[in-house]
């Protein structure tokens, strides 16, 4: 590729990143707040969510990919993981890496929570079935 292609590339998915994220941080606050989105029901809200999600982070690993291989500035791969180390705007590539990390951090937190819930229920028991709100519990306390 040339860097010409490299160069607009970086920029254009820069770009569907930011308007990307910020979409998926505004429909995280709705599904949140079970907020309904006209003509979507709510498991719609939560599956645009996770559908813009994944969009976003294969434009930000495209974007990042772009970044890295195009030669108009020395960006490494070390300098896309670790912040504040780059020769070239280290500001604000050490902001952009501060968000990666944390995006990473979320993902892996929330992929981890979801497979313990699997977990605890995969034993065929619900995950809370001693807690006060089951049925065992309240046939105990009117007896």
Same mark, same amino acid.
């Given at each position: 590729?040339?860097?010409?292609? =490299?160069?607009?590339?970086?920029? /254009?998915?820069? *770009?569907?990143?930011? &308007?990307?994220? !910020? +979409? %998926?941080?505004?429909?995280?606050?709705?599904?949140?707040?079970?907020?309904?989105?006209?003509?979507?029901?709510?498991?719609?809200?939560?599956?645009?969510?996770?559908?813009?999600?994944?969009?976003?982070?294969?434009? =930000?690993?495209?974007?990042?990919? /772009?970044?890295? *291989?195009?030669?108009? &500035?020395?960006? !490494? +791969? %070390?300098?896309?993981?670790?912040?504040?180390?780059?020769?070239?705007?280290?500001?604000?590539?050490?902001?952009?890496?501060?968000?990666?990390?944390?995006?990473?951090?979320?993902?892996?937190?929330?992929?981890?929570?979801?497979?313990?819930?699997?977990? /605890?229920?995969?034993?065929?028991?619900?995950?809370?079935?001693?807690?006060?709100?089951?049925?065992?519990?309240?046939?105990?306390?009117?007896?």
């Amino acid at each position: 590729m040339s860097d010409e292609i =490299l160069w607009y590339a970086n920029r /254009a998915t820069g *770009a569907v990143c930011l &308007v990307l994220f !910020t +979409v %998926v941080v505004l429909l995280g606050i709705a599904v949140r707040l079970r907020a309904r989105i006209p003509g979507l029901p709510r498991f719609g809200t939560v599956s645009l969510h996770r559908t813009l999600s994944l969009s976003a982070t294969v434009f =930000l690993v495209l974007h990042i990919a /772009a970044a890295v *291989a195009d030669d108009y &500035v020395n960006i !490494t +791969v %070390v300098d896309a993981f670790l912040p504040f180390l780059s020769d070239y705007q280290p500001l604000w590539l050490g902001l952009g890496t501060v968000s990666l990390d944390l995006m990473l951090a979320v993902l892996i937190t929330s992929l981890l929570i979801r497979g313990a819930g699997n977990c /605890a229920t995969s034993h065929g028991q619900p995950a809370a079935s001693n807690g006060p709100a089951s049925g065992e519990a309240r046939a105990t306390r009117r007896s």
